[in-house]
């Protein structure tokens, strides 16, 4: 069992930055992947970035070039630096891991205003 817990939301101005982090409680280093979901109201939650435990990374194509995800295994936590920020990532973000499940954190809010 591993608990997720999401830190660093809150609220930014169009072109600010955030840096959110995702402390396990368990091992990640044995996850094989590791990401960072958002939803938004009245949307579907996506993917927003994932690395694998070899350090392969993917991006939605709205985020790439500015969030950067990133773990320290030693520190059993994940990062999700957020960069350019826009009106449209205000979300609730989420942290996730996946071996053959998935686990999820309680999720932290990120409203960027305009």
């Known amino acids: 069992q591993v608990q997720l817990v999401e830190s660093g939301g809150g609220l930014v101005q169009a072109g600010g930055s955030l840096r959110l982090s995702c402390a396990a409680s368990g091992n990640i280093f044995s996850m094989p992947v590791m990401g960072w979901y958002r939803q938004a109201p009245g949307k579907q939650r996506e993917l927003v970035a994932a690395m694998t435990s070899s350090g392969r990374t993917s991006y939605a194509g709205s985020v790439k070039g500015r969030f950067t995800i990133s773990r320290d295994n030693a520190k059993n936590t994940v990062y999700l630096q957020m960069n350019s920020l826009k009106p449209e990532d205000t979300a609730v973000y989420y942290c996730?891991?996946?071996?053959?499940?998935?686990?999820w954190g309680q999720g932290t809010q990120v409203t960027v205003s305009s």
């Open positions: 996730n891991a996946r071996n053959t499940n998935d686990f």
